[in-house]
Every structure is written in structure tokens, then in C-alpha cells.
């Protein structure tokens, strides 16, 4: 199992730390170098919009401390970025000039957020949110900030609103779609979700465009197509882009994001794979091929990819899901979403509970829950365990009900 | 600083100082405990943290919390009388000495 150069991952992110964190857990006794080119240890994302951050040693969103590294031998290169990579002579190359052979080479780079392409977008107090450094310069800007304008309602936005809200300010979210989140969850939804943010107090424009932020020097209002808002803050979040420009650059197939077997293997180079928001994928409940954003795609590529290195065969298998926190919704989904025939929604047991329960003809795939974590877990279970679910089997039921009931009958759901 | 041990399935025990105010889950992740998984990073999100915890401890722990609970029914490993989530277990002073059994399965 060990070899001379070992495995080099790319990238020291949450899929990252998967892949090493599997590969020593799985007894893999080669190198492993992790390349991560930003200043802190690996750390998780979710909580970055989720509350206000202003302490640099209080966040404690690492996800393990660095004596986890040591102690499994990995060498952790932060501050360290990965500039190019030499497919034929199977070397990385680093900023600085240094190359370092690889056996087994792992992208895990990520994804950066779209840039907002607006004049202005440069001034002092607009800010990205996606990195750490992000999260605290925002944390910052709130403790004083008295109108924060966000741009974009996907979660990301959604989420740090709520922050934002919480601690004061007059809030309002820009989005250009007509709608909250409007790929992202069913229409019921997004409907349900825009009325819980208007009730909290943040202000929703949709169908609303950005055309330039202003200020000297500094923000001081966004020029929106229905008027301008007086702005001290402004948080955009429209979107992010794989990272995949590496691969690109020694040509690997890519195509918004790198292209990957069911194994994450690169397609063109059987030493590559590649994991998380920089891969795209094939996937058992998808028609075609997929790049996803979540914690759970980026954990268990991470975890296939450092178990086959070590020796192990499954191909990738894992039902997605997703969890966003806004303010007091948590809002969960279990399943892919896309290609449905059928949402149907239902009251859950408790006012500020529901399910909207997606099918696929008459088969359920997804399942997107409000402030119910057991409806979706028990959602989880059943996909995970393909038990088909119709949608008459729901009629009058849960999906709690009918795993509850099959674990009754000995059968594990 | 409360001392908490940890019984992996595979029969070997790991000791760990956790830190009095934080959650179990953190003590495990924080030790690289294996079998924790806490995907969800302490959300009551996931269920990956979940774990027995000792018969002579269950009282001083207490009761799972409503959410939790119902989340209890639908973990990979059995549930049993025992079962928390880990990230929802405070940790104090009072439970210096805490014994909890770390299941086979999390995902
Ligand atoms: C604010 C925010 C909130 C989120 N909330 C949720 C949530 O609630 N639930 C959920 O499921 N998901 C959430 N996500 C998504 C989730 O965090 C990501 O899907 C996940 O972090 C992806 O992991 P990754 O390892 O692929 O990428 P990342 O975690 O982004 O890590 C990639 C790392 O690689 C580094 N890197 C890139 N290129 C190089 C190079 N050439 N050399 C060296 N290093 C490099 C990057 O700097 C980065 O540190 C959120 C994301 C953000 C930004
Ligand atoms: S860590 Fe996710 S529920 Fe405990």
C-alpha cells in the first residue's frame, strides 16, 4: 500500500480534511500533503453566515484541531497555494516554485463566489461571503452597519439577512429572479420562506437588479432598476464557480467543474479525482451529470476517495442533502430535487413545521422540510435505503410514520 | 476540565480533557475521536454524533431535548434507552468521569 510520493490533495477545505481524515482512518501509511492556501487549519463554512463573527480565535469553526494533523503524519501546507500541476511527470507545483511528486493527486479547491459585476463593486464595505477573512470583515462591518443591503436570495444571502437583522439593522435583500431561492427549493417554498423573512422584519425585493453601489471611498447607497437604498453594508452572494482553472491549465475534461467517474476519478487521468464543489459527477438519482454545493457532497467524496486510495471499490453512491439555518428556520433537504413531476406540500404536526415531499412519476426523491429534523431524517433513510414511497403512501402520513413503521415490522429503515 | 472516555466498538476506550461549557461532540471532534462523525458540525442537523451513553451516567446526563429526540428515532446505529446526540450534551464539571459508547455506524 505505501509508496514512494504518496497522495497530494489540493486544496484544504472541508472535503480536504475528508480525504486525509478517510485515508489515515482507512490505515493508508503513505505521504499525504495537503495544500491549502488559505492562512487558517481547515475549517467548516456553514456557520460563516449563520451568525456574526468578530473574533479571529473566538469562531472556533475549524473543524479539527491542528494536533489531528500531526499525530496522523499529514503534512499541512498552509498559506501554500498549488500553481500548476505536471500530469506526465505527476508533480504539483507551488507557488513558490516547489514541486512535489504525487501518486495519487486530489483536487479539493472549492469554489469562488461570483463576483458582482456592477460598478462600485469595489468600494470599501462591500464584501463576498464565502471565506473566514470574509465572515469577519463582515462580522465587523456589522457591529456597526445600520442598513445592510444583500445581493442575492439564495441561502447564503438568506441566511446572513437574518444575522444582520437580528443585530439591529434595517435589512433589505435584492434579488433579480422573481422569486426567493428559485432554483433551489419548490415554488411552495420559496413563497412560504419570503413571507417568514418579511415577518422577521428584513425587507425582500425580488424581481430587483443591481446597477451600480456608491460612495466615497466608501459604500454609502446601492443604485437598484426601482430606486436607491441608503446602504453602510452590502453582502453579495449570486453564485460561485468551481475551481477548476488547475485542471483546466493541464487538460483535464472540464466543463463547470472537473469531469469525474463514479469513482471521482478524473476522466482524462485515472491518478486525479476530484471532490466537492469542484467536481462534477455522475450520480445514481441524476439524469445527467452534477456539481453540488453542500457539506455532505463535499464529506463523503472526501471519505470514497481517501477509502479507494487506501483500497477500497464502491463507486459513489451517497444521497445528497443540504441544511440552511435562517434565522429561525431551519430548512433541510434530502434528495436531488431537479426533474420533478409532483410537489405536494403538507402542514407539519406543529405551526411552524411543513413538508413539501417531490416525486419523480410516483416516486418519491426528495424531501424538503421546515424546522423538522426528523422528517427529514427519516426522509434520509428511506432514499438512502431506495424504499419506494408513492405519494398515496403519504396521504394521511409521514414519512417518520412509515419509517417508524417499518423499523416496527424489523425491518431497519 | 472534565475528564470524558470515550468506548470505541472496537473495544478499545479513548480518554479525553474536554473543556467545561462545550458540547460532547466537540470534545470527540476536537480529539479526533473516530465515530464521530457530526457532519452537521453541532446542528442538531444530521445525527452523525450519536452515542450511547453509560448506564451509571444516563441520570446525571439527562433526558434527550424535544428535537432530539425525534431525531433519536432515525439514527443509523439501534436507538436505545441510552441514546443522545452528542452535540446536544453539555458538558460540565459534574460530569468528570462521563463513559459514553461510541456506535458502529453513524451514516
Ligand atoms: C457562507 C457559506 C455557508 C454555507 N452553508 C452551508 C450549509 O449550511 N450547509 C451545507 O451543506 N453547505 C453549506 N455551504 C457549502 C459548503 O460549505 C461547501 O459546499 C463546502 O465547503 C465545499 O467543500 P470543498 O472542500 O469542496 O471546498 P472549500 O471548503 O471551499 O475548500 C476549498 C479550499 O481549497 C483552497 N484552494 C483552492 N485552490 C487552491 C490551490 N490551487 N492551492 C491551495 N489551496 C487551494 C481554497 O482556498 C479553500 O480553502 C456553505 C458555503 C458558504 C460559503
Ligand atoms: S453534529 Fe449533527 S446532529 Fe449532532
Redesign the interface.
Known amino acids: 500500500m505505501t509508496s514512494a510520493a504518496g497522495v497530494v490533495v489540493v486544496g484544504g477545505g472541508q472535503a480536504g480534511y475528508s480525504v486525509v481524515s478517510a485515508l489515515r482512518g482507512a490505515g493508508y501509511d503513505g505521504p499525504v500533503t495537503v495544500f491549502a492556501d488559505e492562512r487558517h487549519l481547515p475549517y467548516q463554512r456553514p456557520p460563516l453566515s449563520k451568525q456574526a463573527h468578530t473574533e479571529p480565535d473566538g469562531t472556533r469553526v475549524e473543524l479539527v484541531p491542528e494536533s489531528f494533523y500531526r499525530e496522523r503524519a499529514i503534512g499541512l501546507r498552509l498559506g501554500e497555494r498549488v500553481t500548476a500541476l505536471d500530469t506526465a511527470a505527476r508533480t504539483v507545483v507551488t507557488g513558490t516554485g516547489t514541486r512535489v511528486p504525487y501518486d495519487h493527486l486530489v483536487l479539493a479547491t472549492g469554489a469562488r463566489n461570483r463576483r458582482l459585476p456592477v460598478p462600485g463593486a469595489g468600494l470599501d464595505g462591500v464584501h463576498a461571503l464565502r471565506s473566514l477573512d470574509d465572515a469577519l470583515a463582515i462580522g465587523r462591518a456589522l457591529t456597526t452597519a445600520r442598513d445592510v443591503v444583500v445581493v442575492g436570495g439564495g441561502f447564503i444571502g438568506l441566511e446572513l439577512a437574518q444575522v444582520a437583522v437580528a443585530g439591529g439593522a434595517r435589512v433589505t435583500v435584492l434579488e433579480l429572479a422573481g422569486r426567493l431561492l428559485s432554483r433551489a427549493v419548490s415554488p411552495q417554498l420559496q413563497e412560504h420562506l419570503r413571507q417568514r423573512h418579511e415577518h422577521s422584519g428584513v425587507r425582500i425585493l425580488t424581481g430587483t437588479g443591481v446597477r451600480a453601489v456608491e460612495g466615497a471611498g466608501r459604500v454609502e447607497r446601492v443604485v437598484t432598476d426601482r430606486g436607491v437604498l441608503p446602504a453602510d453594508l452590502v453582502v453579495y452572494g449570486i453564485g460561485a464557480a468551481p475551481r477548476d482553472e488547475l485542471a483546466r491549465d493541464a487538460g483535464l475534461a472540464v466543463d463547470d467543474g472537473v469531469i469525474v467517474d463514479e469513482h471521482l476519478r478524473s476522466v482524462t487521468d485515472p491518478r486525479i479525482s476530484a471532490v466537492g464543489d469542484c467536481a462534477r459527477h455522475p450520480h445514481p438519482h441524476a439524469a445527467g451529470l452534477v456539481r453540488l454545493e453542500s457539506v455532505q457532497n463535499a464529506t463523503d467524496q472526501g471519505a470514497l476517495v481517501g477509502r479507494r486510495i487506501a483500497g477500497s471499490a464502491a463507486p459513489y453512491r451517497s444521497l445528497p442533502w443540504f441544511w440552511s439555518d435562517q434565522g429561525a428556520v431551519k430548512l433541510q433537504i434530502a434528495g436531488l430535487r431537479t426533474d420533478t413531476d409532483e410537489v405536494r406540500v403538507v402542514p407539519g404536526d406543529s405551526p411552524d413545521r411543513l413538508a413539501a415531499y417531490a416525486f419523480r412519476g410516483d416516486r418519491l426523491v426528495a424531501a424538503e422540510t421546515l424546522n423538522w429534523p426528523a422528517e427529514h431524517l427519516a426522509a434520509r433513510r428511506l432514499l438512502e435505503r431506495q424504499v419506494p414511497v408513492s405519494a398515496g403512501d403519504l396521504t394521511g402520513s409521514t414519512l417518520g410514520a412509515l419509517a417508524r413503521a417499518r423499523r416496527g415490522a424489523g425491518v431497519r429503515a | 476540565m472534565p475528564i470524558v472516555i470515550f468506548q470505541l466498538p472496537d473495544g478499545t476506550e479513548r480518554k479525553v480533557t474536554a473543556e467545561s461549557g462545550t458540547a460532547l461532540m466537540q470534545a470527540a471532534?476536537?480529539n479526533?475521536v473516530?465515530g464521530i462523525?457530526a457532519?452537521?458540525?453541532g446542528?442538531?442537523?444530521?445525527?452523525t454524533c450519536h452515542v450511547y451513553v453509560d448506564e451509571q451516567h444516563t441520570a446525571l446526563v439527562g433526558p434527550p431535548n424535544g428535537?432530539e429526540e425525534?431525531?433519536l428515532?432515525?439514527?443509523a446505529a439501534?436507538r436505545r434507552a441510552t441514546s443522545r446526540l452528542s452535540c446536544q450534551v453539555r458538558l460540565s464539571d459534574a460530569l468528570d468521569g462521563l463513559v459514553v459508547h461510541v456506535p458502529e455506524e453513524q451514516?
Not at chain 2, 43 to 47: E, G, K, L, W, Y
Open positions: 471532534v476536537s479526533g473516530d462523525v457532519e452537521c458540525g446542528n442538531a442537523s444530521c445525527a428535537v425525534e431525531m428515532d432515525f439514527t439501534e451514516v
